[in-house]
């Protein structure tokens, strides 16, 4: 059923059509047009920056203490998630202790933070992220404003959180589960640049597979972000209820359709995560994997969902060939669907809609 080659159709004549318009003046419009009369001002800041500075500090002869308070200080809120005196604290209620005191807490991070700042393997971690994003980058703004605005303009009521970045180490473990591309709280959302580096970084954990790694490029960092935004906006699914495969092949679907409309200039295999190859995979062979998909749609084995969703180089159920998390794939195409059929509804609706068997029902999808 499912053959390794895809034939592509002749592209030359579509091609030569677009350079000719481009060529005289009938080009796309801004891409970014839709957004530009919207008014949002993001809290933007670069920790990676700073810590930096703090270092030069340290290595100039100041205590930590000294190089906290010149730079780093206005920016506790943050450094108390960073430096993990927030777990510290916590563990404290645990034991039925008493937190750190507030007055202490500046000494703390300061602490916990000067070892770091003289760590060699950091300092040359820290020296390679800005040869790649340097000090005057208007990169980060031309990739997250654009996402931020769009995510405003559906979802208003929703506080915009502070934007950081930040530099850890990396997690010797190397599972893609335990890469820290993100750090979020209920204030902040930052970004980890160590893992925005490129493919071929060497500095990655040599367990982690190249169809993670190939999504630690620059290029990504806005649909890292995107999906981040999605899986804070879709409702989860409580476990106690035994979903089905269907049900959460639906709300995979509805994020990456949230994605899609937070990065409507973005490819689909960027959106989902694929590579070209996948998503012409996954295209092609898209009525087979439905049917093959169907039996399985109420199925509340974990093996399955697994099966289906899980990140994988393929999707195992299938075809060592094949694309992977084709439930993704196919819950996407059923909530396209039926967006299709209900062209009123907002996206914010959408996105709180928990009645996934209506949403497969009413899509009427069938590839």
């Not at 202790?97 to 933070?113: C, Q, Y």
């Not at 589960?177 to 990655?204: A, C, K, P, R, W």
């Not at 196919?330 to 996934?356: F, H, M, P």
Request: with cysteine; glycine share 4%.
């Amino acid at each position: 059923m499912y053959m390794q080659k895809i034939n592509k159709p002749v592209l030359f004549p579509f091609i030569l059509l677009l350079f000719l318009s481009s060529f005289y003046g009938c080009g796309p419009n801004d891409p970014n047009a839709d957004i530009a009369d919207i008014q949002l001002e993001l809290d933007f800041k670069r920790i990676d920056l700073s810590l930096s500075d703090a270092a030069q500090n340290i290595a100039g002869g100041a205590s930590y203490m000294e190089a906290y308070t010149h730079g780093l200080e206005e920016e506790r809120a943050f450094l108390y998630h960073y430096t993990g005196v927030d777990l510290i604290n916590e563990e404290l209620k645990r034991r039925e202790e008493p937190p750190i005191p507030g007055p202490m807490l500046d000494s703390v991070i300061a602490f916990k933070l000067g070892p770091l700042l003289q760590d060699s393997a950091f300092l040359w971690l820290l020296d390679s992220i800005h040869q790649i994003f340097p000090e005057q980058d208007v990169f980060f703004s031309q990739k997250l404003e654009p996402v931020f605005k769009r995510y405003h303009i559906h979802f208003p009521e929703v506080d915009i959180p502070h934007i950081r970045t930040h530099v850890n180490g990396y997690d010797p473990s190397g599972h893609p589960q335990s890469v820290d591309q993100l750090l979020i709280t209920d204030e902040f959302f930052s970004i980890g640049l160590h893992y925005f580096m490129g493919e071929n970084f060497s500095y990655y954990s040599p367990n982690l597979p190249q169809y993670v790694r190939r999504r630690f490029e620059r290029d990504y960092m806005d649909v890292v972000v995107a999906h981040q935004l999605a899986e804070g906006t879709v409702p989860q699914i409580n476990p106690r209820e035994q979903p089905t495969l269907l049900a959460k092949m639906i709300r995979e679907g509805m994020k990456l359709y949230l994605v899609e409309k937070l990065l409507p200039n973005s490819p689909d295999s960027m959106i989902i995560m694929y590579s070209q190859e996948e998503m012409d995979w996954a295209e092609t062979f898209e009525r087979d994997v439905y049917k093959d998909l169907t039996p399985k749609f109420f199925s509340t084995n974990f093996m399955d969902h697994r099966s289906y969703l899980a990140e994988r180089p393929f999707t195992q159920e299938v075809s060592r060939a094949s694309a992977p998390r084709l439930g993704q794939f196919t819950g996407w195409r059923i909530v396209q669907a039926y967006v299709d059929k209900n062209k009123d509804i907002s996206l914010a609706d959408l996105c709180s809609e928990t009645d996934y068997q209506k949403i497969f029902r009413e899509s009427k999808y069938k590839p």
